[in-house]
């Protein structure tokens, strides 16, 4: 069996680096990680579908870690001087100062969100994305997020969430929200789905 070249180890590393910072993290803050790993390409790709790449407005990427979905985003067209990166961990934020340096990042707490962003954003958002942990927090927070959120966003927007759970991280009853789902993306580990809001 031929052993891996340099390139492809040197493509593999960054990804192996990745899952040791988030590993660590995790096991720090537990409560804090939307995930012990990094978020999968299927699923990252899956999350930037949602996204409007012909808009010039602003999209918000909630709990970015190490950049996973960010990375998606922006292979998907998503120009990266339109991101605006909300992350609570210092180190994550100074990994995608480096990795994204025409990205906006904020160090900030994405559940205080109209807080975070009261001076940020230029013009309403035409996506949220968000890699965070909701069903670790109580449904006032959940709500007061997606509230925060559409706040934010420019009217029928998507506020697109994932969630390895098998119940919606937000309930689809919301009065005037439109909801939908993906199919369950398998290849992730573990399977997730992502979610997607839009105010009516």
């Known amino acids: 069996m031929p052993l891996p070249s340099s390139s492809a180890r040197a493509l593999k590393k960054p990804r192996l680096d990745d899952e040791v910072r988030f590993l660590r993290s995790w096991i720090e803050k537990p409560l804090h990680m939307g995930a012990v790993m990094p978020s999968g390409k299927l699923l990252a790709r899956t999350m930037a579908h949602y996204v409007d790449i012909d808009s010039d407005a602003p999209v918000v990427e909630l709990g970015p870690g190490t950049g996973a979905i ?88 998507p506020f697109v969430q994932f969630t390895y759970a098998v119940v919606p991280p937000i309930p689809k009853s919301l009065p005037g929200v439109s909801t939908e789902a993906s199919e369950r993306i398998w290849m992730n580990l573990p399977p997730a789905r992502v979610w997607v809001y839009r105010k009516d």
């Open 70 to 157: 960010t990375s998606a985003l922006i292979e998907r067209g998503v120009d990266q001087k339109r991101l605006v990166l909300v992350e609570y961990n210092p180190g994550f934020c100074a990994l995608l100062r480096d990795r994204y340096p025409h990205a906006k990042v904020v160090q900030g707490d994405a559940y205080r969100l109209r807080d975070t962003l009261w001076n940020v954003l230029s013009a309403p958002a035409s996506a949220v994305v968000s890699g965070l942990p909701l069903v670790t927090k109580p449904m006032l927070t959940r709500l007061r997020l997606i509230r925060d959120a559409f706040t934010a966003l420019a009217p029928g927007a």
